[in-house]
């Protein structure tokens, strides 16, 4: 893929943009579902960005993980726990601001400034691989990547499971105080939480 | 500017830099937990522009970054399940998604 050197400017500035203010809006806006909407334009955005280094199956692993089943799975979570509720104002919110602005302020400028003076061994031609780079990630991934590969397979796996355990609900037939047997109905009803008075 | 004969790294360095200070102001200061999840998929994103931006422009043969993107973007969908599973048993015993009351390992 070789497109205009102005055209790739171009693209790169409106992506970056999009990336930008998307993810102040991510994390600024007030409601939550915004933030959800927004994030998934952010992550198509880092997949235009990534095609425009000719990473096309990076690019379209980011569509498919993000935006198919991260994004989503953030949206569902957000409409499982989205209740209205006022939060309480904490004490010293202020200076919490403050201390925690200017930590990012001071690792931005210390990022920049790396970013910036630091001499970068280029290798040339510039990305020269080109569409070739699926092959040679298909190779890596079954030569001398190949452990990492499989343990990602059993950690993928491991989530699953964990995911399953930590999330449903426990269904039981009989009640364990009283030996007698539970009204399957009155699992769908939310029980009384037992920590929330606990405060 | 436009004489150059591609986009210098540095503009993908500088967007990723930004990125990943967004995601940490957004970690530190959000109250909603769902949003600190977002927050750090951002930071994810990030580190993989990053990845990504070597591997094309310094690493141009043997793009082992892409396959560290890879391996990041299936690290970043298993802590999402998690962590999202978390976040539903939490909010099923304490009723909120307030950081702040997230203090069942404090003494």
């Known amino acids: 893929m070789s497109i205009a050197v102005t055209t790739q400017f171009i693209c790169f500035t409106v992506l970056s943009l999009v990336v930008l203010i998307g993810a102040l809006g991510v994390v600024l806006l007030e409601s939550i579902v915004y933030s959800a909407f927004l994030l998934g334009g952010v992550f198509m955005s880092v997949a235009g960005l990534y095609l425009l280094l000719n990473a096309s199956f990076v690019a379209a692993a980011q569509v498919l993980v993000y935006v198919g089943a991260v994004n989503v799975l953030i949206i569902f979570a957000i409409m499982l726990v989205n209740k209205k509720e006022d939060l309480k104002p904490s004490n010293d919110i202020k200076s919490r601001r403050l201390i925690s602005t200017s930590i990012c302020l001071t690792l931005l400028s210390l990022l920049i400034r790396v970013d910036l003076t630091n001499v970068w061994s280029l290798s040339n031609p510039q990305n020269s691989i080109g569409e070739e780079s699926t092959i040679r990630i298909g190779e890596h991934l079954f030569s001398d990547y190949l452990l990492p590969f499989e343990v990602a397979s059993v950690l993928l796996l491991m989530a699953m499971i964990g995911a399953i355990v930590l999330a449903r609900r426990d269904v039981m037939t009989k009640d364990i105080s009283t030996g007698l047997p539970v009204d399957q109905e009155l699992i769908e009803k939310s029980s009384e939480p037992l920590l929330t008075n606990k405060n | ?107």
């Open chain 2, 1 to 107: 500017m436009m004489n150059l004969e591609s986009i210098p790294i540095q503009a993908f360095l500088i967007v990723s830099s930004l990125l990943f200070c967004i995601g940490i102001w957004g970690l530190l200061n959000s109250r909603n937990a769902v949003r600190v999840l977002m927050s750090i998929e951002l930071m994810l994103n990030a580190v993989n522009i990053n990845l990504m931006a070597f591997s094309s422009y310094v690493d141009n043969n043997l793009i082992q970054g892409q396959v560290f993107t890879i391996f990041v973007i299936t690290v970043a969908a298993a802590e999402a399940a998690v962590g999202l599973a978390i976040l539903l048993s939490l909010y099923r015993n304490r009723v909120t998604v307030d950081m702040e009351s997230f203090n069942l390992l404090k003494w």
